[in-house]
């Protein structure tokens, strides 16, 4: 007996090799194609630069678009806040620290195809250091006396001085490398040697970076292939991206009051971790009342730097006794020196000659931290008899102009960014109008040592003096507030400098 097979329809075959096809992928799924990793990302910032190089303007939002992405220096500082080699793979110092010869990376590129060389790196210092230089940080370079490139690999700078921190300097933003033929328009088309190139900038909205294929570092392997910087001002609307998924991460959100609001989300992560910001409320020492010394100890006196935090930054800060913070070298809590005591305050108010205490106006920027930081103090001030009245001001623009050019002002408060800043207090001019030739002293004291153990004990001797003669009102570090996709790796959680360093972020497959 014969027995016919029926040929089955195209229709029952497809339908029995997907059905296979599923049944396989369900118990052999190592043999299927893993989804790949994401490579793109939306990266949330408070504050839109107004240009893109670093070498000609101070603001930190240049640095957190351009450092260490589009731009890099002679060495770096990393998450730890240590120099390490970048464009210069090594360096000797003379015994006199007065000669630093580097020996330079070859076969380094600028993104237009300029070849980075110690031609090109002498070419930056110079417009650093000239007459005619803008940059924001040009008394780094004032030792140099000059420089030599006795070959392409090989560049040699003579100082006039020791200097310290030279090196330390030269990892900043403000001492990137520029192109010799694209530096002129850097501001709005910056032109790097690093691992991500300029692509857009929508003003108002956005800056794009797209992966750079001939990035000179062959031991980094860059898995982002673009980068969106969405500038977001508000608060409650940097809260909505990120939970829209609009946003991928806000590594400096500006609103600790909605850290918690993010708790339990299946998403999204927090992190909390150190920053060199400190939150000072700067004194015009060269105006009366200021210019007396018991009347700054007496207004510090009058703060509890704990209820300051409190109120301002939601209790998520450090305080601090003087201008630095517990991240740097030779750091010592001051915070003891002139402790919270109204009744002393108001005692060494007399004994200056206001019994019945005085009025004044503090000019508060529109970042947050500023006016919730002047509202307590204005309460904590009027405990002592002591008015200051509250006049909001613009800034970068309003303030720059009345502040720290023209130092029109009684009081203000800003976060001073920069690292080891203990400097600023021997700058003449500078907008505290503090002049102390031995804290003078010990500034230059620090920079002809290279010793880092003799540097810590004169940093501690600066610290001190600082505490003591009060030119600013030392408040609080505060602390760099991450939220960002838990699937997200590599973003710094600590920033020694203002960044978002993107070379060794990724995705999770």
């Not at 970048?86 to 195809?113: C, E, M, N, R």
């Not at 989300?265 to 939150?279: C, F, I, P, Q, S």
Request: zero cysteines; proline letters at 7%.
């Amino acid at each position: 007996m014969m027995i016919k097979l029926q040929r089955p329809s195209a229709d029952t075959l497809s339908r029995h090799l997907l059905s296979a096809a599923i049944t396989a992928g369900v118990f052999l799924g190592g043999l299927m194609p893993a989804e790949a990793a994401k490579t793109t990302l939306n990266l949330g910032m408070s504050v839109e630069p107004a240009g893109l190089d670093p070498t000609v303007a101070a603001p930190v939002a240049i640095g957190q678009v351009t450092w260490q992405n589009i731009f890099e220096g002679l060495v770096t500082i990393d998450e730890n806040g240590k120099v390490v080699p970048q464009l210069a793979k090594s360096w000797t110092i003379s015994p006199d620290g007065l000669t630093y010869t580097f020996k330079l990376q070859t076969g380094v590129q600028f993104h237009d195809g300029e070849t980075f060389d110690a031609t090109a790196a002498k070419f930056a210092l110079d417009r650093a250091r000239g007459s005619d230089s803008v940059n924001p940080q040009k008394r780094f370079f004032s030792t140099i006396a000059s420089i030599d490139t006795a070959d392409a690999e090989t560049l040699v700078l003579h100082l006039s001085s020791p200097t310290g921190s030279l090196l330390y300097w030269l990892g900043w933003p403000s001492s990137v490398m520029v192109g010799p033929k694209s530096a002129a328009n850097d501001k709005t088309t910056p032109v790097g040697t690093g691992p991500f190139k300029f692509a857009a900038w929508a003003k108002g909205d956005h800056v794009d970076l797209v992966k750079n294929p001939g990035y000179w570092n062959k031991a980094v392997q860059v898995k982002l292939d673009k980068v969106r910087f969405r500038f977001i001002a508000d608060p409650q609307a940097e809260a909505a991206a990120l939970k829209a998924g609009d946003i991928d991460a806000f590594p400096e959100f500006a609103a600790p009051e909605l850290m918690s609001s993010f708790d339990g989300d299946a998403r999204l992560m927090t992190k909390v971790g150190n920053t060199e910001l400190k939150v000072v409320a700067g004194m015009n020492n060269s105006r009366k009342p200021f210019d007396d010394k018991r009347v700054r100890q007496a207004l510090m006196m009058a703060l509890d730097r704990k209820t300051i935090i409190d109120g301002a930054w939601s209790g998520l800060g450090t305080a601090i006794g003087s201008h630095y913070t517990p991240n740097d070298p030779g750091y010592e809590d001051l915070t003891g020196t002139l402790p919270y005591d109204p009744a002393k305050a108001k005692a060494l108010l007399a004994e200056a000659g206001y019994p019945n205490g005085f009025t004044f106006s503090i000019k508060t920027p529109q970042m947050s931290y500023a006016p919730r930081s002047a509202e307590v103090m204005q309460a904590m001030f009027a405990d002592i008899g002591v008015t200051m009245n509250i006049e909001p001001t613009e800034f970068p623009a309003k303030w720059v102009q009345d502040v720290f050019t023209a130092r029109d002002y009684d009081m203000t408060i800003v976060a001073h960014a920069e690292p080891l800043d203990i400097d600023i207090y021997s700058r003449e001019p500078y907008y505290f109008n503090y002049s102390n030739p031995a804290f003078n002293g010990l500034m230059k004291k620090i920079q002809e040592s290279t010793d880092p153990v003799e540097q810590n004990k004169l940093y501690g001797e600066a610290q001190s003096m600082l505490a003591q003669d009060v030119p600013a009102l030392y408040l609080f570090v505060m602390p760099k507030l991450g939220v960002w996709d838990r699937k997200l790796k590599g973003l710094w959680e600590n920033e020694p400098i203002p960044s978002n360093v993107l070379t060794e972020v990724s995705w999770e497959d």
